[in-house]
């Protein structure tokens, strides 16, 4: 136990510095995570001895990511993109899987080969994208539920595939052709009795310990694993069992409070997941740990040569190929090529279902170890790749955006056109959490407001309260161009918080309309100055005018603290007002 305590230590400390170096040249943390799994891996350094204890962390970090997914996920998503996401995600796997087949067989694979290869570059890492898209804030947007939504599927074609997978070679060992069927029943089995505990038992159960925030949090742990474990034994993957069980929390009225729990283990356990990951991505043969780093290096390079080529093919079509045909499915429903395109950069790469299904293939016969190895590879590429292009993607669309501009229709479902009646002096772009106080106290100044904001659930809303509301990107020239049409509009805030969303913002209408005030949102200190410097007349940061607040009450109050009993009862009624 001290050895695996020690060795955890280092590991951290490495993953600390890979991590500061990612930090300083401003790349995703992902990528660090994935490089201390090959340094530390038995390729390298050979650090990661406990390999089980690994195993199980990584494990507990996937289970608490898609809990907090399926926490997210309601009734409203699935009918707010269910068709969209459902037509996308088995298109995007047929026509993946049919192009994969005929450019592996040109590679000369053989029949079976291709098949299995071509069906393992079709699925993406639900936990990789989950992750890169929260770190953006780009969960709630519209192409973040649909990108959401279609990896589900994906998720689901891939279980059932590798269910077929794992009995054919249940019953190459001497298993029962029943087993596929029992799993499935089980499975149906294991579904029913989560939702009636949902439904029955769950609602009155938390009514009882929310009070205590200690008790609640060993349910939310208890609940999350417990429901994992149970469709883990009945056949099924832990993941698909962590998501359900975040599903039937979805509903509850401890949602946000359940999901600010969990949030500090996912994220420890994922570097876990993601070091674990790194580590296996270079499949070894036994007596490596008899070579030196020199004769290492050249061992990888002997793996690497023969299926260099074909790995790289593989991976720009993964690169190229997946998010095309993504945007085309997309730009067919009726969607704007920004949406298409965005969420089409979410399947930019293979899935750790990829490398599942190559093993288990392996182990049936039907895959060399090298198609294996190669298929690692175009794991590496692509998921390296994909990491700059999804976080990079609005950037990129810019610059890419005129050879998107002929798929375009002129009636988008994920955008519309500010209707020339409506009357309006100031727009707020975002209304929720921040924007909805801003909204509220705006309302009461008697100012006209005109709501523009991504998210479909929050138009539906201020609609249904006859609030002037519009469904557009707030990241879009041509929206501020339009409104620098309208000669009354005097104030626009921005409670967008995305620094080029912002930057697009104030370039544009800084030329048309010198006159507007602008107020614009971020996070970031240097981001606020950069934005002054851009002609921003005021930019909120929420951390400080939240410090200033607090610091204002302190000095009114004096030493009269009990004076703060007044503004809990406010805050308290504020609060319970925007929970209903």
């Known amino acids: 136990m001290d050895a695996f305590f020690l060795e955890l230590s280092v590991i951290m400390m490495l993953v600390l510095g890979v991590c500061f170096l990612m930090h300083l040249i401003r790349q995703p943390l992902i990528i660090a995570y994935i490089l201390v799994g090959i340094i530390a891996g038995p390729l390298f350094f050979n650090i990661l001895s406990e390999t089980q204890s690994y195993q199980l962390f990584s494990h507990i970090g996937v289970s608490f990511l898609l809990f907090i997914v399926g926490l997210h996920l309601n009734f409203k998503l699935i009918k707010e993109v269910g068709v969209v996401s459902l037509i996308t995600g088995i298109g995007q796997v047929l026509f993946t899987s049919l192009i994969g087949f005929f450019l592996c067989r040109l590679l000369g694979f053989s029949f079976i080969a291709a098949t299995i290869t071509a069906i393992a570059i079709t699925f993406s890492s639900t936990i990789i994208i989950v992750k890169l ?17 279609f990896l589900l599927v994906q998720d689901f074609i891939a279980v059932f595939i590798l269910m077929i997978v794992g009995a054919t070679l249940s019953i190459k060992e001497g298993g029962s052709n029943s087993t596929l069927l029992q799993t499935i029943l089980l499975g149906i089995l ?20 929310a009070s205590s925030s200690e008790l609640l949090f060993v349910f939310i742990i208890a609940w999350c694993l417990g429901v994992s474990s149970m469709f883990a034994a009945f056949g099924f993957s832990i993941e698909i069992g962590a998501l359900l069980a975040g599903i039937a929390l979805a509903s509850s009225h401890y949602q946000i409070e359940i999901s600010s729990k969990v949030t500090p283990l996912r994220d420890f356990f994922l570097i876990m997941f993601f070091i674990v990951l790194g580590s296996q991505m270079i499949p070894l043969n036994s007596g490596i740990e008899f070579l030196s780093f020199g004769e290492r290096l050249i061992f990888l390079f002997q793996q690497l040569s023969p299926i260099l080529i074909p790995a790289l093919l593989l991976s720009l079509f993964v690169l190229v190929g ?26 930019a790469q293979i899935s750790e279902f990829s490398l599942i299904l190559a093993t288990l293939s392996f182990n049936a016969g039907f895959l060399s170890q090298e198609q294996v190895s190669m298929i690692t590879l175009v794991g590496i590429i692509t998921i390296t790749a994909s990491t700059y292009l999804i976080m990079n993607g609005e950037a990129l669309f810019k610059l890419l955006r005129p050879l998107f501009s002929p798929l375009e229709r002129k009636h988008l479902k994920d955008k519309e056109r500010i209707n020339k009646e409506t009357e309006f002096d100031t727009v ?7 924007g909805s106080d801003l909204l509220e106290t705006l309302v009461g100044l008697q100012r006209k407001v005109l709501v523009i904001d991504y998210n479909p659930e929050v138009i539906e809303k201020l609609k249904k309260k006859h609030i002037p509301a519009l469904y557009a990107d707030a990241t879009h020239p ?37 006159e507007l005030t602008l107020i614009v949102t971020t996070h970031q200190t240097h981001h606020a100055i950069e934005l002054y410097e851009k002609g921003a007349d005021y930019v909120i940061l929420p951390h400080h005018i939240g410090s200033l607040f607090m610091s204002d009450l302190l000095l009114s109050y004096q030493n009269r603290f009990d004076e703060f009993f007044k ?5 308290l009624n504020k609060l319970k007002k925007k929970l209903s």
């Open 133 to 149: 898209l929260s770190d953006k804030h780009d969960l709630d947007k519209l192409y973040g539920k649909i990108s959401l939504g």
């Open 478 to 514: 041509d929206l501020y161009k339009e409104l620098a049409e309208n000669t009354s509009l005097s104030l626009i805030i921005s409670t967008v918080p995305t620094l080029e969303a912002s930057k697009t913002l104030l370039s544009t209408l800084r030329k048309k309309r010198s």
């Open 428 to 434: 707020l772009l975002g209304a929720n959490r921040v």
């Open 190 to 209: 294991a579904l029913v009795l989560t939702y009636v505990l949902s439904k029955k038992v769950l609602p009155k159960l938390l009514s009882k310990i």
């Open 567 to 571: 503004e809990k009862v406010t805050q």
């Open 322 to 347: 997946n998010p095309l045909i993504v945007l085309f499915l997309m730009t067919l429903l009726g969607y704007s090529s920004r949406t298409g395109f965005l969420a089409g950069l979410t399947v």
